[in-house]
């Protein structure tokens, strides 16, 4: 019997909670959903694991979690768990929920998904076989003003999708190059780790840089709210002095015409940011800043864009897995859908690939 079926004859009551596994308590691991997750009074945190026994054993014993493992194959075994939230390095990324999909577990995992766009596919294929949530961790897609601009697109507001612009610039150029403090400052009192300065300096762990780092935010944004096909990807990606690239500009065509610039710097000098994207239809534009936490939307007709202030907080934290815990007790619906993850990873893949072969790559 699988674990997420076995848990499920234990009773309907309303005060039933989601048996949850984290895999990976680093960093974001324990302040983006270890700690959410405990907070979380539909969810109960059975178990954590860490490749590193005495860090799982901190956190389980600061969080009050039952039982640590540094074999993530024994918890999936053994704990009779909903779903797993894997926030480890993004390498292992995909052994790590093949295995749990395997097991008949929900998986919500840190993005970047995974690397490679068969890779992605394999996942999307077992999880829809075995009728299992799969979703990746987009926090901006749970922020008001994105939630309306999907609407407005929904609704034709726009009209016909025709060009994309987005463009996202942070100080990420110290984490490429391994110097994680500029960022991430010391460590906190309570032990909670920073990241270790291969996390994103390592090609083999990281996979690559603002593209993974930085982009992947952008496009799981865009394709949340425009909810286009990927068809056609020309990149160009500069690395400067380091391993990883530091400045990508990222063209996309999709299916139905439309095309989209995707780019990114992580050297600006520290403090400085930006975040927007455009939208641009034959009837009307969206321009959207994230980091302003603002929306404007201009359509035809109209003398001027008009503010669009859609109710909700912003909280990058508890969206996510609170979404996800939702889902699986059937109270919501998955609200970054496995499309998302999987074309996302489709641009990606095939963005890094135009930019060292220097030719347009087709997505399948």
């Known amino acids: 019997m699988q674990a997420s079926s076995l848990y499920s004859t234990r009773g309907e009551d309303l005060m039933r909670k989601a048996r ?32 590193t026994e005495a860090k799982a054993k901190q956190r389980a014993e600061r969080y009050g979690v039952s039982r640590y493992y540094s074999d993530y194959r024994r918890m999936i075994e053994e704990c009779a768990l909903d779903g797993v939230v894997i926030a480890t390095t993004p390498n292992v990324h995909y052994e790590q929920a093949r295995y749990a999909l395997e097991h008949g ?20 294929r077992l999880a829809k076989q075995k009728g299992l949530l799969l979703s990746v ?29 987005h ?4 100080r990420t150029y110290d984490l490429l190059k391994g110097d994680v403090s500029g960022m991430f400052g010391e460590p906190r009192g309570d032990e909670t780790p920073r ?22 935010h952008g496009i799981g944004e865009t394709l949340f709210m425009c909810e286009l096909r990927p068809v056609s990807v020309f990149a160009y990606m500069n690395h ?23 780019s990114a710097t992580g050297k600006i000098p520290q403090g400085m940011s930006a975040y927007p994207t455009q939208i641009l239809g034959d009837k009307g534009i969206l321009n959207i800043d994230t980091f302003r936490r603002s929306a ?9 864009p008009r503010e669009l202030a859609p ?31 999987v074309n996302a990873v489709k641009i990606l893949d095939a963005a890094y690939r135009s930019a060292a072969c220097g030719r347009a790559v087709d997505i399948a």
């Open 20 to 51: 949850i596994g984290v895999i990976g308590v680093g960093w974001w691991g324990t302040v983006g959903h270890l700690e959410p997750l405990i907070k979380d009074e539909k969810a109960e945190v059975v178990a954590v694991y860490s490749r």
């Open 105 to 124: 577990l929900h998986v919500l995992m840190e993005k970047p998904f995974v690397f490679k766009a068969e890779q992605a596919e394999e996942l999307a």
């Open 137 to 165: 961790c987009y926090p901006t897609c749970f922020y008001p003003w994105v939630i309306e601009g999907r609407r407005q697109v929904r609704a034709g507001t726009l009209g016909n999708l025709l060009l994309i612009n």
């Open 167 to 170: 463009m996202y610039t942070q």
């Open 195 to 216: 990241p270790n300065d291969t996390s994103y300096s390592d090609p083999a762990i990281a996979g690559g840089g603002v593209g993974h780092t930085q982009l992947t």
């Open 240 to 262: 400067l002095d380091v391993a990883m690239d530091v400045v990508d500009v990222i063209g996309v065509r999709f299916e139905n015409g439309a095309l989209a610039t995707f």
């Open 296 to 304: 404007q939307l201009w359509v035809e007709g109209e003398p001027k």
């Open 311 to 341: 109710e909700g907080e912003v909280d990058i934290f508890s969206p996510v897995p609170g979404n996800f815990v939702r889902a699986i007790l059937g109270e919501e619906e998955l609200h970054v859908g496995t499309d998302i993850a």
